[in-house]
């Protein structure tokens, strides 16, 4: 049986590195690079969602190894992964500039190194030398990937001279979006602001949380400012629980975006509402602080669980019922929230793993649960009672088209137009038929740490009196 041919690199690379002298586990920042190159696998080989591996959800959690880090440590392995996601299209695009035959398939941990090393060259203040170092020892604790040490080595010794003056004539926002992805928001948006929107997924979006009371206090807590939509936005380091008012339940985690959908109940008080697929449960949070009787329902006990701790933290009260909505039967509600599962390609800036899970039989597959579940909505709302369906999807499979849908199927369902003057006079967010649509580019900023908002659709829908 012949051996697998070395890829070669286009720089002479040197037969051995002195790295081995130390033992791994005392060489200051290689258990965050192996960690990191474990997530990054788990997400781009296993297909696993990262929040699912970085929460202890999946089976293949890292998160007891993110547990054994130190804060600052974690703080990297996390900057690690997600600036290898984010830019994965323009690093992959850098590295196999410098291979001649490609990255090893059969030692799939070469390239995730040499990922990782690129990107702390190229994006991440860390020194060229020990991007290289650590990745080196990274591909030698392989027992697959340790053949290629030295073509790690070199290729990433020349990124460290040549990266950026290659990196400067990149178009990273289309390289950074699968093409798939890209072609439909083109269709759909048109070119310019396809790119608008790719250019946007790929900056580190700020904090935003949603609060109880106060707004403009809190802000002034975390050294942020308060969004024309309420919402409190800020540049904050470090673990979100340690963040003042988190304990005491002051406030919740919630993209600007996310928070509209509530607001075009208008005044909810005392009314009995469902939430349907209510985790997280940023949304029941809305709605109970607003004074609503909420019911909220998801499928999955592990999700039903973590609304109930959610809404625990938080001081506020909803009865939990875990069910499939689609077959779920209730008493009609006086309105109904439907933030059905969907593709996420509205949340790319904040879950950078997504454009890298997803397929395009996806959106079809999604787009007929989605039908079903608006169906199962409106029946579940009352005569003369209100039902938003909303999803976090840019692509009109999943957002207009379901709408367009249920109004020809149910006679009883009407649309009602929401007015610019109820999303805080953003006319930008309203489309022609008077729906909610906006899009990561929303929002801009000089400083683009605080600028965008997550991709966002929303539908108000009125259930007729007979």
């Not at 992964?81 to 059969?106: D, M, S």
């Not at 030692?107 to 030398?129: K, M, N, S, W």
């Not at 309203?430 to 929303?458: N, Q």
């Amino acid at each position: 049986m012949k051996r697998a041919r070395r890829p070669k690199a286009k720089a002479k690379a040197k037969s051995k590195t002195q790295t081995a002298a130390t033992p791994p586990e005392n060489v200051p920042g290689l258990a965050v690079r192996r960690l990191a190159a474990d997530i990054i696998d788990g997400v781009l080989r296993r297909h696993r969602a990262l929040d699912d591996m970085l929460d202890g959800a999946d089976a293949h959690s890292a998160a007891a190894g993110l547990a054994a880090l130190a804060e600052r440590d974690r703080a990297l392995t996390r900057a690690l992964v997600a600036t290898v996601l984010r830019r994965l299209g323009t690093l992959r695009h850098l590295v196999g500039l410098f291979l001649e035959e490609g990255a090893p398939a059969q030692a799939p941990r070469v390239e995730t190194a040499l990922l990782i090393g690129a990107a702390q060259i190229l994006f991440l203040e860390v020194p060229d030398h020990a991007a290289v170092d650590l990745a080196v020892r990274t591909v030698q604790a392989d027992h697959y990937a340790s053949f290629y040490a030295g073509l790690v080595n070199a290729v990433l010794r020349r990124i460290a001279r040549e990266g950026a003056e290659r990196l400067a004539g990149l178009d990273t926002a289309i390289l950074d979006t699968p093409e798939w992805l890209m072609a439909r928001w083109i269709k759909t948006y048109g070119e310019a602001t396809a790119h608008t929107i790719a250019a946007a997924n790929g900056r580190e979006p700020a904090l935003d949380v949603s609060v109880k009371s106060d707004p403009e206090h809190w802000a002034a807590q975390f050294g942020g400012r308060v969004l024309p939509t309420g919402s409190v936005r800020a540049i904050v380091h470090g673990s979100v629980t340690a963040l003042p008012g988190f304990a005491e339940g002051a406030w919740w985690v919630q993209d600007a975006a996310a928070a509209l959908p509530v607001r075009l109940f208008g005044a909810v008080d005392g009314l009995r509402l469902a939430d349907l697929c209510a985790a997280p449960g940023g949304k029941a949070a809305q709605l109970a602080a607003a004074g609503a009787r909420v019911t909220a329902v998801d499928r999955a006990p592990a999700r039903v669980a973590r609304l109930k701790e959610n809404l625990n933290r938080l001081a506020l009260q909803a009865e939990f019922v875990c069910a499939d909505v689609g077959a779920w039967e209730a008493e009609p509600f006086d309105a109904v929230l439907l933030d059905a599962p969907c593709s996420s390609t509205g949340t790319i800036r904040r879950h950078p793993d997504v454009p890298w899970l997803k397929r395009p039989s996806d959106i079809a597959t999604l787009a007929a649960l989605q039908s079903r579940l608006i169906d199962r909505a409106a029946a579940l709302t009352k005569p003369g009672g209100t039902l938003i369906y909303c999803t976090c999807s840019l692509e009109p499979e999943e957002g207009e088209d379901i709408v367009a849908g249920l109004l020809a199927r149910d006679p009883s369902v009407t649309r009602a137009p929401i007015a610019a003057a109820e999303v805080f006079g953003r006319e930008e967010f309203i489309t022609k038929d008077g729906d909610l649509r906006t899009w990561p580019c929303h929002f801009p900023d000089s400083d683009s740490r605080l600028a965008g908002l997550d991709g966002f659709y929303a539908a108000r829908l009125l259930k007729r009196r007979h």
